[in-house]
């Protein structure tokens, strides 16, 4: 668990500067670059249990949802497009298989396949393997940014997960649990999903 008086002291240094939380106008102008609401809203509809049987389309709306995330890096869009597009059938149908077990099935049957076929076109990135899971169940997933997941664990003496370049699931269940179980603690204003949550974090933290 995260240290509860530490970080009752990151929300009070939040909150003196953004009152609101992520409701203030100033934190609203940066929710807009990132427009989480509306990427959750194309997640939601590109990846329902329906949804994900058409392999091609839902191939290509991985594509989509990767290459207009503000979370993701500009030098891993190109390159997972490409990947994505240059797969045969199988490959497909089995990407599209560990996405539909991350989001709706067995997550971590799916959540390890996912790295093992991104590994073959050394594409296994945190970003990659949670970005969407963060967008379709924005208050129960969490994107893991290697950057600010480091340097959480590291402000509250964390020593187990410990974090590895390659994810894991074992990593991500961990770490998902600190985050959600960390969440309840703070003021509403600052979790209206986890990527905001996460963000506060980041702010604090790094500072």
């Not at 009070?12 to 509306?38: C, R, T």
């Not at 503000?70 to 298989?97: C, G, H, I, Q, T």
């Not at 410990?162 to 985050?179: G, M």
């Amino acid at each position: 668990m995260l240290d509860q008086k530490i970080l009752k002291q990151l929300e009070a240094n939040f909150l003196m500067q953004y009152p609101k939380g992520f409701a203030d106008p100033e934190m609203e102008k940066i929710g807009k670059k990132h427009n989480v609401n509306k990427m959750t809203e194309m997640a939601q509809e590109f990846f329902t249990p329906q949804a994900c049987s058409n392999v091609h389309i839902t191939a290509e709306n991985m594509i989509k949802v990767v290459s207009r995330s503000s979370m993701v890096s500009m030098f891993e869009k190109p390159k997972f497009r490409d990947f994505v597009r240059n797969m045969d059938e199988n490959e497909k149908a089995f990407l599209v298989n560990a996405l539909t077990q991350i989001l709706h099935g067995k997550k971590q049957l799916g959540f390890e396949a996912m790295v093992d076929l991104l590994q073959t076109a050394k594409l296994a990135k945190w970003s990659l393997v949670t970005i969407i899971p963060a967008y379709y169940s924005p208050k129960k997933e969490v994107f893991v940014k290697p950057t600010t997941a480091k340097n959480i664990l590291k402000h509250f003496e964390i020593a187990d997960p410990v974090y590895k370049p390659t994810p894991t699931w074992e990593f991500y269940k961990k770490y998902r649990a600190l985050i959600n179980g960390a969440k309840p603690k703070v003021d509403k204003s600052l979790s209206p999903s986890n990527a905001a949550f996460s963000g506060f974090l980041m702010m604090t933290v790094e500072k």
